[in-house]
């Protein structure tokens, strides 16, 4: 479990990295302002540049570093004030340790997170937790990511007296009306996590991240682990809440369904590269990657009269710890060509804000 009230992250095993670290890290050539390029300007609330994290492999007695799985390759967007991003892909591509790389709940190897023109990664201890207020997540599991030792009343004014926003009784008032918010009972700030459905608590980690007043939420597969039903109900209060409260969305999925109805842009990636980013109703309605014509041709659709062309790609996904050379996906990929084994893509934009690294189209 991730405390986002303390910023800390235990489990991994890593402590952010130093300034002085970051300072040092190989930078890809050409991709210095790739982010903005992408559409990011001084409207633009947070800029990712060429963002990397590599795991290193350690074996033997002494655990010698022997290799690295590039978990996050060198991506580079820009997410707008108020708007929500939508980020796909499938099981293993980098989705959710790119939204922990942003919040810094893990070191990145190389690139920029430039949050209100801060950068995030090489932020002191000190400034970082004041901006813990300001950036929040909502995780996968909401089993796992509630204390079960702490009543709800309990863990939603720890992140008010931590960030002394409030205490006593005007913390538990605050409670009570981040549960009414949410869609639940004043009453339930005495029960504990175990005494609530799925939806419900998921329902209490949204009102956690509300807590602190924050501008930009991570909602990092924040619907999956629920039935269809519940989903629909807390995708209705991510968008009631955005408009509130003004708030901005990296929302994290597999579901591409879901990711069509909540977002504005989509990014799409495959294992650690940006493939394609587009306004949602141009990516869906024209997807350019072979990869996401792929993904969008496996969605079903509630017509069994309707029959759709279905792409079946060749082999498995390539391990992250050895990346194929050239694209990433040409392995799999049903347009590939020799020069795809040799070639690099660059994330181009090929009109109307539609990026694509492909050098097919």
């Not at 929500?84 to 070191?107: A, D, H, N």
């Not at 989903?231 to 069509?260: K, M, P, R």
Request: charge should be neutral.
């Amino acid at each position: 479990m991730i405390d986002m009230a303390r910023g800390a992250s235990p489990g991994d095993g890593a402590s952010p990295a130093s300034p002085e670290e970051l300072a040092g890290a190989p930078h890809r050539e050409g991709e210095v302002d790739a982010a903005l390029a992408l559409g990011g300007t001084s409207a633009s609330l947070l800029v990712v540049q060429d963002l990397a994290k590599h795991f290193p492999i350690r074996r033997g007695f002494f655990s010698r570093t022997v290799g690295h799985v590039r978990a996050v390759d060198g991506i580079s967007f820009d997410i707008r004030e108020g708007e929500t991003l939508g980020l796909v892909g499938e099981s293993g591509c980098g989705k959710t340790t790119t939204g922990r790389l942003i919040l810094r709940l893990l070191p990145a190897t190389r690139g920029t997170v430039l949050f209100r023109d801060e950068d995030v990664l090489c932020m002191e201890a000190g400034r970082l937790r004041e901006l813990r207020r300001e950036m929040q997540i909502v995780f996968q599991d909401p089993y796992g990511s509630l204390n079960p030792r702490i009543t709800v009343g309990g863990m939603l004014t720890e992140a008010l007296r931590v960030h002394r926003i409030a205490e006593g009784a005007e913390a538990q008032a605050q409670a009570r009306r981040l549960l009414e918010i949410v869609g639940l009972s004043a009453r339930h700030v005495t029960r504990y996590p175990h005494e609530f459905s799925g939806g419900q608590r998921q329902r209490i980690g949204i009102a956690r991240a509300l807590s602190v007043n924050p501008r930009f939420i991570v909602c990092d597969e924040a619907v999956s682990a629920l039935d269809v039903s519940v989903q629909a109900q807390v995708i209705n209060l991510l968008q009631d809440l955005q408009e509130e409260f003004g708030l901005t969305y990296l929302f994290i999925a597999h579901d591409l369904s879901v990711v069509e109805h909540i977002s504005d842009r989509v990014a799409v990636m495959y294992l650690g590269r940006i493939v394609e980013l587009a306004q949602a109703d141009a990516l869906y309605a024209r997807p350019l990657h072979p990869y996401t014509r792929a993904l969008l041709s496996a969605v079903p659709i509630p017509d069994p009269k309707v029959r759709k062309e279905r792409i079946v790609l060749r082999g498995d996904v390539p391990s992250p710890a050895d990346p194929p050379s050239g694209c990433p996906f040409h392995p799999r990929c049903p347009m590939a060509v020799s020069e795809c084994a040799q070639v690099v893509p660059e994330l181009r934009d090929v009109g109307a804000g539609h990026w694509v690294a492909c050098i097919r189209v």
